[in-house]
């Protein structure tokens, strides 16, 4: 494995490389407030970080990335005036527990790049795609790339329930429970035993027992109005889950999955304008140098990683050493900026690089 002094001094080395392209060099605290990430991602959030208790500043989080203070940070600039677009650069560790996975680190260093810009979305997502790429010009590596934006466009147009859909906008980056809930919700899959016998009762709160746990008596009841509701719904179209399925797994070279991408918003009209960024995009990369023809597009591409990424979505990956992590990820993260913007948003884009993993391929350490 590469030493620290050698992957801090490749971190340094492509830090410098974003700085020369014009982006501002920032740091951010190490301890990050719980606060702020529970309210964006709730409790599952604790599965993945580390989590300390400080007297004054109350729950904290040792820092599991660098996207979200950033965010933070250029929010508060705007607030306080400062000017658009911008183009940050930093280097430093991030901690992650990886309790799923033990044979990988817990704590690295990590280099990004974010771009907030308001003109020309697709360029500038091809200009950071470019950039964390180019970086990374002499290693061989095969781009994955796709479009969060695609699925969240379909739930947004099903014809069901507001609650149905945000139940499923919820857990798009929980694919076994998103999938579950479209089966449900179509009625492929019968509801357990328990909740049917629990609805059908006049008052599933008469024979209890005492209470206990922390959800009171009215959230319990308001729950259970809600699954009778839900209960009470009609089904969702199969024609329209089918569809979503299709746009799922769409698995293409970028131009060939565009074909596809468009063959589906015949059907599913509602997701046109997202094809039509994605088009945009493909437009914007080939401007750029980047080979389309051979870049790869999945529709599920994305679904497991953090869950600010709400469009396009990219990962680099070794060809030579599969079992490793990507070197390098990034994505479209607007909605990030509007829930930390106090009423205000920016559309955004960013990628980070992985310089000991670098290190790693380029020497050919185990």
């Not at 209470?211 to 009215?218: H, L, V, W, Y």
Request: contains cysteine; hydrophobic residues 40%.
């Amino acid at each position: 494995m590469p030493q620290r002094l050698e992957i801090i001094a490749e971190a340094m080395r492509l830090r410098a490389g974003f700085e020369r392209s014009g982006a501002q060099v920032v740091e951010t605290p190490v301890l990050q407030p719980a606060e702020i990430l529970l309210d964006l991602y709730g409790e599952d959030i604790r599965g993945r970080a580390y989590v300390t208790q400080d007297a004054v500043r109350g729950e904290q989080m040792l820092r599991p990335d660098f996207t979200v203070p950033v965010v933070q940070m250029h929010m508060d600039a705007m607030r306080a005036g400062g000017a658009e677009p911008a183009r940050y650069t930093y280097a430093g560790e991030v901690f992650r527990r990886q309790e799923e996975n033990p044979e990988r680190d817990s704590e690295y260093l990590q280099v990004g790049y974010e771009v907030f810009d308001r003109a020309e979305p697709a360029k500038t997502e091809a200009d950071v795609f470019a950039r964390i790429s180019g970086a990374l010009g002499d290693l061989k590596l095969r781009a994955a790339t796709g479009d969060i934006g695609l699925l969240k466009a379909a739930v947004m147009g099903l014809e069901t329930s507001d609650k149905r859909k945000a139940a499923l906008l919820r857990h798009i980056w929980r694919p076994k429970r998103f999938r579950a809930l479209l089966e449900r919700f179509a009625g492929r899959t019968p509801l357990p035993p328990s909740r049917v016998k629990l609805l059908q009762m006049a008052d599933p709160m008469a024979k209890a027992g005492p209470q206990i746990g922390m959800r009171s008596r009215a959230e319990i009841e308001a729950r259970i109005a809600t699954l009778r509701e839900d209960a009470g719904m009609p089904r969702l179209s199969v024609a329209q889950v089918d569809l979503i399925e299709a746009l799922l797994a769409v698995r293409e070279t970028l131009p060939h999955a565009l074909e596809r991408l468009r063959d589906i918003a015949v059907d599913l009209p509602w997701v046109q304008h997202a094809v039509d960024r994605v088009a945009a995009r493909c437009e914007a990369l080939a401007k750029r140098g980047i080979d389309i023809d051979t870049l790869e597009f999945e529709g599920s591409y994305g679904r497991t990683s953090m869950e600010y990424y709400d469009g396009f979505v990219f990962g680099l990956y070794s060809e030579t050493r599969p079992d490793l992590p990507p070197v390098a990820t990034g994505g479209r993260f607007d909605a990030l900026t509007a829930a930390l913007g106090g009423g205000r948003s920016i559309p955004a884009v960013g990628g980070v690089i992985r310089p000991g993993l670098v290190l790693q391929l380029r020497e050919g350490r185990p």
